[in-house]
């Protein structure tokens, strides 16, 4: 059966790259594989006293029933001041509570950073993979995905005008594939 892949965009902005560079990836994905971007943008703020008051916002209920429904996780994000946008640590924090109902724990992951600088939002990419160590989420160790240059990929549709940037993005979502357990 296709394994189902929630998709999280660490940035809000309507026109951003790294949601341009999402939906490229599930354009590229294998069909078997199943894959939904699930939005992380009208969460509040994680705060343990909403949560120990028994009122936690519908929105982080809704979040982590949608997260546990999946198999796997890919994960596209800017790079803010050289680590990942609190949009997306927030989403993170939400799935990871109640303490020892992690919605996270032991699914595997991949990560995808995109930035228009040079560096392919390179910081942001290993901030990202610091936290999914302590959530006991292994993320695809190779191909790495620095996406720099961002600007000059996408035409007006948001589609990839870059070649060797669609191969490139082809094979790791191949690569995912057979990370998140689809050797068919
Ligand atoms: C608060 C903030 C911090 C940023 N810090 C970085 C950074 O550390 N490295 C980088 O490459 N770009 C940085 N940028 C520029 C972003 O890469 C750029 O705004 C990009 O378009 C954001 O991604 P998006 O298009 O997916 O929204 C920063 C932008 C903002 C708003």
Redesign the pocket.
């Known amino acids: 059966m296709a394994k189902k892949i929630a998709v999280f965009v660490g940035?809000l902005?309507k026109e951003?790259?790294?949601?341009k560079m999402a939906k490229a990836l599930i354009a590229l994905a294998p069909a078997s594989l199943s894959l939904e971007i699930i939005e992380i943008g009208d969460m509040p703020f994680f705060n343990q006293d909403l949560e120990d008051s028994g009122n936690s916002p519908k929105s982080w209920t809704l979040f982590r029933e949608q997260v546990k429904k999946c198999d796997a996780f890919l994960f596209v994000t800017?790079?803010?001041?050289?680590g990942m946008p609190a949009a997306l640590k927030n989403a993170i924090d939400v799935g990871s509570r109640p303490h020892g109902q992690s919605v996270w724990e032991g699914k595997r992951a991949g990560v995808v950073s995109?930035?228009?600088?040079n560096?392919g939002?390179f910081?942001a990419n290993h901030n990202f993979r610091q936290t999914m160590v302590f959530l006991n989420v292994p993320v695809m160790q190779q191909p790495e995905a620095y996406i720099g240059g961002?600007k000059n990929l996408f035409d007006a549709n948001g589609a990839l005008v870059n070649e060797s940037t669609s191969e490139f993005l082809k094979k790791f979502m191949a690569a995912f594939a057979v990370w998140v357990g689809d050797r068919a």
Request: aromatic share 10%.
């Open positions: 940035s902005r951003a790259y790294s949601r800017p790079e803010y001041n050289r995109v930035s228009p600088g560096l939002g910081g961002a």
